[in-house]
């Protein structure tokens, strides 16, 4: 808090009456938006779209700052203000970007129309968060490719194909 204030100019107790500690100061820093162009609905493939929003998150993550949020997330109570912060403004908000881009999708015959939407942004962002948390292996543009173009196998639209049960 210390190196934060010198660089902004402040005191420190200007800080804490904006942030009650280091992990929401570097919440509000994952989370801050402003250099990054806002999320548009897309002209080109809706699946493209999909793929640069989850190299973004996977490039967002592979910082420094993103990797200690990681550490803090993953140190946190589910319940905590900064577990909260995280999964309300960050997690949900590309999850229903997410949504959009595959709902998209589907009116435009990039995935099958009967699609399960809601388990589909569950594959996709649950494998990133998944490796952003437990840190097993790195979470980079190379896996947010992979995990799309394997669950994409599944969402693609195919020929009627006969179910043997």
């Given at each position: 808090m210390e190196a934060v204030a010198a660089r902004a100019g402040v005191g420190k107790?200007?800080?804490y009456r904006w942030w009650p500690d280091r992990h929401a100061v570097a919440m509000e820093a994952l989370m801050d938006e402003r250099g990054e162009a806002g999320f548009d609905a897309p002209r080109r493939s809706s699946i493209a779209?999909?793929?640069?929003?989850?190299?973004?998150i996977a490039a967002r993550f592979s910082t420094r700052t993103g990797r200690h949020v990681a550490s803090m997330i993953a140190a946190s109570d589910a319940g905590s203000e900064l577990s909260k912060a995280f999964r309300n403004h960050f997690v949900l908000a590309r999850r229903a970007e997410g949504q959009i881009?595959?709902?998209?999708?589907?009116?435009?015959?990039?995935?099958?129309?009967q699609l399960d939407v809601e388990v589909a942004l569950d594959l996709l962002y649950g494998a990133l968060f998944f490796r952003l948390l437990l840190g097993h292996a790195p979470l980079d543009e190379a896996f947010a490719d992979r995990a799309l173009d394997h669950a994409l196998r599944g969402m693609r639209p195919r020929a009627a194909v006969p179910r043997h049960v």
């Open positions: 107790p200007t800080l779209a999909l793929r640069e929003q989850l190299r973004a881009l595959l709902e998209q999708a589907m009116v435009r015959g990039e995935v099958r129309p």
